[in-house]
């Protein structure tokens, strides 16, 4: 990612302009009902949770990253390449509660039905050691060529999906589920367009615009989650709330609830425009002293590169 497009305004890195990415990037829950879709099913009403925060830690997600696509299975298993200080970082992003968009789910209500979308990871890993200092590192497949965007393969513009895979959600066709998701990990962050914000980095509906309002194009990654029905596509690294660090990246702790019909498909999607992506360090001043997220694979060491897992925390029809 461009160094210095960030630190110039890490709370607003790109502005509004034409959303022409988001169809590509989305498949075919682009876009959905709107900024407010689906999304909340706010008037359900459930009994109060005990310890659904914790409920899925971090077990479940390492097993998933050997489905992700550009060779990401090496990620999740052993200490990072390009991080020193090891467990010196711990924190947590507070989980956003969102009022009406988090209807409370009983504790481990679901949880056996949410199958595959539990565990599921976005990765954009650091295949290379990098010098001290250095901000970012090549996110690149396993031949180490950024390809042509393969959702635009007619031109000449590079791009990576580092994650790309799609689960189907079970439940009964024709019944609308909350699922309550928590998603947490180390993400740099981008402008979202044409949708809504929901607390600091998680974005419903709208696009990922390709240029800034400068005509500049916009490399940073971005991180999707689309459903096809009810159809809604959920950014999880809008740039609004900045990232309060000294760094270009930050812990995202976030718990939102959305709505997935049963048999539905689940997308998700991590692209890189330029094939290089910030490092996962608390600051670039000469050392990398890693983010590390307590319960999440491969706690307790540090992930090499950008990661987000969702943990399914209930599901509940819908009322």
């Known amino acids: 990612m461009k160094y210095s497009l960030v630190l110039v305004s890490l709370a607003c890195i790109s502005a509004s302009c034409a959303p022409e990415s988001s169809e590509r990037l989305a498949g075919d829950a682009s876009g959905g009902n709107g900024p407010s879709g689906a999304h909340t099913g706010g008037s359900a009403s459930f009994a109060t949770s005990g310890s659904t925060s914790t409920a899925q830690g971090g077990s479940t997600g390492g097993n998933s990253s050997s489905d992700m696509s550009g060779g990401a299975t090496s990620a999740a298993g052993g200490k990072s390449g390009t991080t020193s200080g090891g467990s010196a970082t711990t924190t947590s992003g507070g989980s956003g509660s969102g009022g009406a968009s988090n209807p409370v789910i009983p504790a481990g209500g679901g949880q056996g039905m949410s199958g595959e979308l539990n565990g599921l990871r976005w990765e954009a ?81 709208g696009d990922a615009p390709d240029f800034s309002s400068e005509g500049e194009e916009v490399h940073l990654n971005l991180y999707s989650l689309s459903v096809s029905s009810p159809k ?37 999607v991590a692209f890189d425009r330029n094939c290089n992506a910030f490092m996962n360090c608390t600051s670039y001043d000469g050392t990398c002293t890693p983010f590390i997220v307590p319960g999440v694979p491969p706690y307790p060491n540090a992930f090499s590169g950008q990661f987000l897992q969702l943990d399914v925390l209930g599901v509940a029809p819908k009322n």
């Not at 976030?254 to 997308?267: F, L």
């Open 232 to 268: 809604q596509i959920y950014f999880l690294n809008d740039s609004a709330g900045g990232t309060g660090t000294a760094s270009a990246v930050a812990l995202i702790d976030q718990t939102r609830t959305i709505a997935i019909e049963g048999g539905a498909s689940v997308r998700a």
């Open 125 to 205: 890993l650091c295949r290379q050691q990098m010098p001290p200092g250095s901000a970012a590192c090549p996110n690149l497949p396993l031949d180490n060529v950024c390809p042509i965007d393969a959702a635009d393969p007619n031109s000449d513009r590079q791009g990576y999906y580092s994650t790309d895979k799609t689960v189907t959600f079970p439940g009964t066709p024709g019944v609308i589920y909350n699922v309550q998701i928590r998603v947490r990990g180390v993400v740099e962050f981008r402008d979202y367009a044409n949708g809504m914000p929901d607390g600091e980095h998680f974005y419903i509906g």
